[in-house]
């Protein structure tokens, strides 16, 4: 069976730019998630999506959304692109959407802002 | 507000030996755990969880511990090896399903 795929893979954007990341989850997975890596914060949860529905969200300005289609996939688009939203963006997807549901990563999306 | 923490920055073991890595949470609500195992420019993978009415998991070389009075888990990898050497998160979530990650800590299995 097929991973977590996220594309592109790289990307490099100016500010005040916007950016659109996809995100393909397991075949037979419902629940994507997004997360954003960087040095100084961690693994943070942006939010997630079950049955293209947002279920939960991060504590992240509005710049900042998602959404998910009837086959899963997802993409999470941010706006007025700042420097500090350079990172890794990751996806994850689950089975499930709830408790004790384990997520499996994808490969994330570097994001380059200059 | 830091829920989850890993209070080990890195670990340097020698290959063969045990690797004993550790985490602590705060959030009450918390009822799984997660450990992840990440390189550099790549996504987390997923090793070993644990639910919290378990005080161990085992698959393979990786063991969990949960201690729920204490707040704390433990990942033990024995026999450590070489290829281990990564990143380790450890994380929480509730019944909304949203992981919260430690600031995990850089496994080194020397040869």
């Not at chain 1, 941010?78 to 994808?106: M, P, R």
Request: glycine share 10%; proline share 5%.
């Amino acid at each position: 069976k097929a991973g977590v795929t996220q594309t592109p893979r790289y990307l490099i954007k100016t500010r005040g730019q916007q950016v659109t990341l996809s995100c393909s989850p397991i075949s037979g997975h419902r629940s994507v998630s997004w997360y954003q890596q960087t040095p100084g914060q961690g693994l943070q949860f942006l939010f997630e999506y079950f049955s293209e529905t947002q279920r939960n969200k991060g504590n992240f300005p509005g710049r900042f959304s998602g959404r998910q289609f009837s086959n899963s996939r997802s993409e999470m688009n941010v706006s007025t692109l700042e420097l500090g939203d350079s990172a890794l963006y990751l996806c994850a997807s689950g089975q499930a959407w709830g408790a004790q549901e384990t997520q499996y990563f994808g490969p994330g999306t570097r994001l380059l802002v200059l | 507000d830091q829920q989850v923490k890993q209070n080990s920055p890195s670990l340097s073991v020698q290959e063969g030996r045990i690797s004993i890595l550790n985490c602590d949470y705060t959030n009450s609500m918390f009822d799984y755990f997660l450990w992840y195992k990440k390189y550099p420019a790549e996504g987390p993978t997923f090793l070993i969880s644990i639910s919290s009415i378990k005080d161990k998991n085992e698959d393979g070389r990786f063991t969990v511990f949960l201690n729920k009075s204490a707040k704390h888990l433990s990942l033990h990898i024995v026999p450590s090896q070489p290829g281990d050497s990564a990143v380790y998160f450890c994380a929480g979530s509730s019944n909304t399903g949203k992981l919260i990650f430690g600031q995990g800590t850089t496994l080194q299995v020397k040869p």
